[in-house]
């Protein structure tokens, strides 16, 4: 059975700080992992994706892949207010998506 | 480009009655993936076609659920008969060839009494 893991947070930064969202996943065999973000009462929405060990950019946004380790970060830089939403991380496995159960990140004005 | 296009935004309906909801995929979408999504069990893929033929259903919950995709401009997912354990968001999703980066409609925000 394949997991995904996220701390359920909730993450409390100020305006303006980095934030830092993490996710662990049990399959070595993942290639592709995606970020979406979440608002209450909202649908998910696509953020990131990454494929490839290392980091890639995006605006404020910045996904890390460590497939040795097995984990997947999402750094929010500049972080603000209207960012708070709930981040859930996602695995494809073979056109399936398998998610996380989210963490929620609080900006602080 | 309209996006991912659900009905009803929001249904609630008594126990034993059938719900029927409705999804509109992107243009030029290959795929079309229905989710479920509940504070307890969170987000959980229900069925997915590819070019209109259901490729895998082994999240649907039970034989009550069933899902058809007759073109490639429309899917139905149907509750038969419906019981309170059913209420939930149920989210229609699409992708492109890729398959993988897949956009989320608007929800539909189900009640079962």
């Known amino acids: 059975q394949k997991e995904v893991e996220q701390n359920s947070g909730p993450l409390s930064v100020p305006e303006g700080a980095i934030a830092s969202l993490n996710c662990t996943y049990s399959d070595r065999g993942s290639q592709s992992f995606f970020w979406y973000r979440q608002y209450s009462g909202k649908s998910p929405e696509l953020i990131m994706f990454i494929y490839s060990n290392g980091d890639k950019e995006d605006g404020r946004f910045t996904a890390q892949l460590n497939k040795a380790s097995q984990y997947v970060s999402l750094l929010i830089r500049d972080s603000q207010p209207s960012d708070s939403a709930t981040y859930l991380c996602a695995l494809d496995s073979s056109y399936k998506l398998i998610f996380g159960s989210g963490t929620r990140l609080l900006v602080r004005p | 480009d309209a996006g991912v296009i659900q009905s009803p935004r929001h249904e609630v309906t008594e126990m034993g009655q059938e719900v029927t909801l409705r999804c509109k995929p992107i243009?030029?979408?290959?795929?079309l993936f229905w989710y479920r999504q509940t504070m307890m069990r969170g987000l959980e893929l229900l069925i997915y076609?590819?070019?209109?033929?259901?490729?895998?259903d082994s999240g649907m919950p039970e034989d009550r659920f069933s899902a058809k995709m007759p073109n490639a401009s429309f899917s139905t997912l149907k509750i038969q008969p419906s019981e309170p354990r059913d209420s939930a968001v149920y989210f229609c999703a699409t992708a492109g060839a890729s398959g993988s980066e897949q956009y989320f409609g608007p929800g539909t925000r189900l009640t079962v009494t």
């Open positions: 076609f590819n070019n209109n033929v259901p490729i895998d």
């Open positions: 243009s030029g979408h290959d795929y």
